[in-house]
């Protein structure tokens, strides 16, 4: 059974940067792609970053250039560096995993097929 436990989230300062992890279970780590994605409250859940099992990366056009996803397969763990932080990038942030064949950017994919996480908050103040 697919099981993913993010852990990072907390209230960080505008400007400054803050990591996240997701540490999965119950599944070939290396063999799936992983992504996060985040939610505000009212709004559809977004994707902010996907790695393939191949190392390649996808970005949101927002967080490119300050967040870097990355994947220790050894460790079975998935990171989100972030840096610049806006008040704009508070959110739920959410881990997933999703065989290859469903890589895309589609929520609609990832929700159908995937795994998620239970998600952490990450509040960014002034």
């Known amino acids: 059974q697919v099981k993913l436990v993010e852990s990072g989230g907390g209230s960080v300062q505008a400007g400054q940067s803050h990591r996240l992890s997701c540490e999965g279970s119950?599944?070939?780590?290396?063999?799936?792609?992983m992504g996060w994605w985040r939610q505000v409250a009212g709004k559809e859940r977004e994707r902010v970053a996907i790695?393939?099992?191949?190392?390649?990366?996808r970005y949101e056009d927002s967080v490119k250039d300050r967040f870097t996803i990355s994947r220790d397969n050894a460790k079975n763990t998935l990171f989100l560096e972030m840096n610049s932080l806006t008040l704009e990038d508070t959110a739920m942030y959410y881990c997933?995993?999703?065989?290859?064949?469903?890589?895309?950017?589609?929520?609609?994919?990832?929700?159908?097929?995937?795994?998620w996480g239970q998600g952490t908050q990450v509040t960014v103040s002034n």
């Open positions: 790695i393939g099992s191949g190392f390649s990366t």
């Open positions: 119950g599944f070939t780590f290396s063999e799936y792609c």
């Open positions: 997933a995993a999703v065989k290859p064949i469903y890589c895309g950017e589609s929520l609609r994919l990832w929700t159908e097929y995937g795994s």
